[in-house]
């Protein structure tokens, strides 16, 4: 039962383009969402959340849109920079659960 | 900056052996989680854990699971009798409030290998 989908499980994107992770969610209960970001031999760490009441928040060079009737999200980078290599983590919660739900996630390579 | 450690960071043991994964969350967080992820596949939550007891657990945390905050500082996570599926990255988390607010702050996560 996925119900936080990355359908991409890799992108690359030039180093100064942009790249956008993308996220579908089946549980229209979820009214936080967050990204995290992963490099190897580390633990999750949190990039940037949106909560459902928004459809957009910024943080420097990361944007998060959130489409609430296509249960949608996407994750902006830019400009995209070598050490944005990483795998993305989409993740939703709700007021009701103490747990947070993560997609696959996605792995993103940002080349020279 | 503070920070979520835990150890071992790569516990390899015997199917059937009990195993303790150890963690020390951020000084002043008051609620603690254990995820996990198998190889390849998505982070999955385990347990969370509130106020000296489990808020919250999911299918995966069976009776072979337990926690426990033995002191002030550590928060353990024991597999009593491990089998090969339990081989998995697992991941401690803490947080200072109800995580709608204060987002959870993951360790480096401890590799087991159940052999």
């Known amino acids: 039962d996925q119900q936080v989908k990355q359908n991409s499980p890799s992108l690359s994107v030039q180093e100064g383009r942009i790249s956008i992770l993308n996220c579908d969610y089946t549980?229209?209960?979820?009214?936080?969402f967050l990204w995290y970001k992963k490099y190897p031999a580390e633990g999750p760490t949190f990039l940037i959340s949106?909560?459902?009441?928004?459809d957009k928040n910024e943080d420097g060079r990361f944007t998060v849109f959130l489409n609430k009737s296509a249960k949608h999200l996407s994750l902006h980078i830019v400009p995209s920079q070598p050490g944005d290599s990483a795998v993305y983590f989409c993740?939703?919660?709700?007021?009701?659960?103490?747990?947070?739900?993560f997609g696959k996630g996605t792995r993103l390579h940002i080349l020279p | 900056e503070p920070e979520v450690t835990q150890t071992p960071s790569h516990q390899v043991t015997q199917m059937g052996q009990e195993v303790i994964l150890r963690c020390v969350p951020i000084?002043?967080?008051?609620?603690f989680y254990w995820y996990r992820q198998i190889l390849g596949q998505k982070v999955e939550f385990l347990v969370s854990?509130?106020?000296?007891?489990?808020?919250?657990k999911s299918e995966i945390f069976d009776d072979q699971f337990s926690v426990e905050r033995p002191d002030g500082s550590n928060f353990t996570l024991k597999i009593r009798s491990t089998k090969l599926e339990d081989s998995a990255m697992y991941f401690c988390a803490s947080s200072v409030g109800d995580r709608i607010l204060f987002e959870a702050f993951f360790g480096q996560g401890t590799r087991l290998t159940v052999v």
């Open positions: 854990f509130y106020n000296n007891e489990i808020s919250e």
């Open positions: 949106i909560s459902s009441i928004k």
């Open positions: 549980n229209s209960m979820f009214d936080y």
């Open positions: 000084s002043n967080h008051l609620y």
């Open positions: 993740a939703a919660t709700s007021n009701r659960d103490d747990k947070i739900i």
